[in-house]
């Protein structure tokens, strides 16, 4: 099968960060920015580095960016520049856009226009380091709508030694156990008789309030 090909749009923080991630996980990248030295001193980074305003429609063809499989939109301040670049690779047939919002209206917006996904990195970021401030045992976290999250979370001291129905957390929380994460092993689904072990990771998906009486277990 052939590898996907990504474009990044704006190499700030979030750009760069996703750009290079996905090279070093062996994809092609071709990063764009319209600051010239951005242009340069990523160029080492990633395949292919362009310096272009890409709110120009005939600069954006001149790209070649319909043949890329995913283009990111991390165009950050300049929201004009963000919504203009989104619309115009709609227009040019861009298979997948991923588009970065500064909130949730510039997200409506993106939406409308088309953005096939809309991320919030400042949110969830925000998200995960409150949750885990809360309790060192969460790892991740990821809001799925505004009333359920799932949450990886160290298995609390109070749970190891007991299996998934001793340790109830259906009937306290309205939780479920969707996968255990041990070493190497990943359990998924976990048997109802699994024992929970010390350094286990719970993968728990539930209701918010559920979730979070989890999280604050010790
Ligand atoms: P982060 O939080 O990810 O650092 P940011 O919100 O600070 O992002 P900016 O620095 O505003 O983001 O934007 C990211 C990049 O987008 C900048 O390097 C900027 O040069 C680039 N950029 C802005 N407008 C355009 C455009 N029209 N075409 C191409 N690149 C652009």
Redesign the pocket.
């Known amino acids: 099968m052939k590898k996907k090909q990504f474009a990044i749009?704006?190499?700030?923080?979030?750009?760069t960060s996703v750009a290079k991630t996905l090279y070093q996980m062996g994809y092609e990248v071709l990063a764009?920015?319209?600051?010239e030295t951005?242009v340069q001193d990523f160029s080492d980074e990633v395949t292919h580095v362009m310096q272009?305003?890409?709110?120009d429609e005939d600069t954006l063809k001149a790209l070649g960016i319909r043949n890329f499989d995913v283009v990111v939109v991390?165009?950050?301040?300049?929201v004009q520049?963000n919504l203009m670049?989104t619309l115009q690779l709609k227009e040019l047939g861009v298979p997948h856009i991923v588009a970065k919002a500064k909130n949730p209206l510039h997200g409506k917006m993106l939406e409308k226009i088309g953005a096939d996904r809309v991320v919030y990195p400042e949110r969830d970021m925000g998200q995960r380091v409150a949750h885990n401030l809360v309790s060192s045992n969460v790892l991740e976290y990821i809001e799925l709508s505004p009333e359920y999250s799932i949450v990886e979370v160290t298995a609390p001291k109070v749970l190891v030694g007991k299996n998934l129905v001793e340790t109830d957390l259906r009937g306290r929380y309205e939780v479920n156990v969707v996968a255990i994460r041990r070493g190497e092993q990943l359990l998924v689904p976990p048997q109802p008789t699994e024992k929970i072990m010390d350094k286990d990771v719970l993968f728990v998906v539930g209701a918010n309030r559920g979730v979070q009486r989890l999280e604050e277990l010790e």
């Not at 749009?9 to 750009?15: A, K, P, T």
């Not at 272009?52 to 709110?55: K, R």
């Not at 991390?74 to 300049?78: E, T």
């Open positions: 749009i704006g190499l700030g923080r979030f750009g764009v920015d319209a600051d951005r272009a305003d890409t709110t991390a165009i950050g301040a300049d520049a670049t």
